[in-house]
Structure formats: structure tokens, C-alpha cells
């Protein structure tokens, strides 16, 4: 993000009329956030400030302005993510799915032992699956891929793939496996699995 979003966001509070307050007020963010968001970095610590989905979902809510809009603007998304994309919803059950991915337009994929089933939704009905997803157990690898720590059953740091068992497994990158490397051990512990290098699984 740069400052042309922050000016963005400044023509968009007095369009409206709001001063910094104003605008703290109705959106629930610091009127000083709000300041350094519109010059586009932290005045005390001079570092760039990019605000997350949440946040531009208080400022949509205030401005009265597409969530979707902001996110692209922000650079939370390509300038090529289709708007109008119809939402399709479908009933999943979470604790048999291996991992959960979402793509740039909003489209989920459930990845399952032996299918795939895919659904769309808006990015706010997105962020309550994630939050959802959470409650499952499930760990955020990276930006739109979510793993069933449930359903781990070995992990290999040669291949950085998770391993699944059914001859399923995930390929991750190497800075993020190591980030999650001692939780999933972790959890592997506590499920009385032993850790095994192997490669003798086959990537989905």
C-alpha cells in the first residue's frame, strides 16, 4: 500500500464530511490511526501501514464504500478479481476435511480424502469461515490456505510436504513449515503418532 490510498481514504472521509474524529467515532478506529492511514505511514515509528481485511471492513462500513473496492486498493487482491461472481454456498463438514483453500475470487476449495468440493462466497461471509476454521482446529498456513492439524499424520522436512495419510499430502513453503513445525509436532504428540521422514506419499 502506498499514499495514494491513503488519499484515497482522506477524499472518501471528506467527501462525507467527517473529520478525523467523526470518522474514529462512527468506524471504531483511532481518529490518530485514521490520520496516519490517510499520510500512508506511522508518524512515531516512520513504518508503512497496511491495513488488514478487518479493518477495511470498519472503514467500508463508515464510508459506505465496496469492501471488495477497498481490498483491491489496499492490495489485498489483483486488479483482476471478478466483482459480480455468484456466491454459491454448499454444507461441508469440517472436522474430515484435510485443508481448505481460497483463491483471489472468493472461491473455496474443501480438500477431502477422495473430493474436492467448492463453494464461493463474499469476503465478509469469508472472514467468518475463517474465524470459523479456527475453532476447528485448523491452522492458517499461508494468506487463504488452511490445514486440519486433526488430520495430520506425519510431516517431512525434506519435501516440506504435511502428510495426510490416504496417499494425500501438501507441498508448503519452506518459511511457513517452519513456522508451524513445533505446533504440529505438537499435535502429533498428543494424537500418540510417531514422526516418521517419508516419502513415500503422493501430493494432491
Known amino acids: 500500500m ?3 490510498f491513503g488519499q484515497y481514504l482522506k477524499e472518501l472521509r471528506l467527501a ?13 478506529l483511532s481518529h490518530g490511526y485514521i490520520r496516519d492511514v490517510e499520510l500512508g505511514s506511522n508518524r512515531n515509528k516512520g513504518s508503512i501501514i497496511i491495513p488488514g481485511p478487518k479493518t477495511l471492513q ?3 462500513a463508515a464510508y459506505g464504500v465496496s469492501f471488495n473496492e477497498l481490498m483491491v486498493r489496499a492490495g489485498h487482491l489483483p486488479l483482476t478479481r471478478i466483482e459480480n461472481i455468484q456466491h454459491v454456498a454448499v454444507n461441508v463438514e469440517l472436522m474430515n476435511c484435510l485443508y481448505v ?10 480438500h477431502f480424502i477422495d473430493s474436492v468440493v467448492q463453494e464461493t462466497r463474499s469476503l465478509f461471509d469469508y472472514l467468518q469461515l475463517e474465524e470459523l476454521l479456527l475453532t476447528y482446529e485448523f491452522s492458517r498456513v499461508k494468506s487463504g ?14 519435501t516440506m510436504k504435511i502428510q495426510f495419510g490416504y496417499n494425500k499430502s501438501l507441498k508448503i513453503p519452506e ?6 513445525k513445533d505446533s504440529l ?10 514422526f516418521i521422514h517419508s516419502n513415500d506419499y503422493a501430493e494432491v
Do not use: M, P, W
Open 2 to 4: 502506498n499514499s495514494e
Open 16 to 28: 462525507r464530511n467527517y473529520s478525523l474524529r467523526e470518522a474514529g467515532n462512527i468506524s471504531g
Open 58 to 60: 470498519k472503514f467500508s
Open 101 to 110: 483453500q481460497v483463491d483471489c475470487q472468493s472461491i473455496i476449495n474443501y
Open 145 to 158: 490456505l488452511f490445514i486440519n492439524k486433526n488430520s495430520i499424520k506425519d510431516f517431512d522436512d525434506t
Open 175 to 180: 518459511s511457513h513449515y517452519y513456522l508451524l
Open 185 to 194: 509436532n505438537k499435535k502429533l504428540t498428543s494424537n500418540n503418532l510417531v
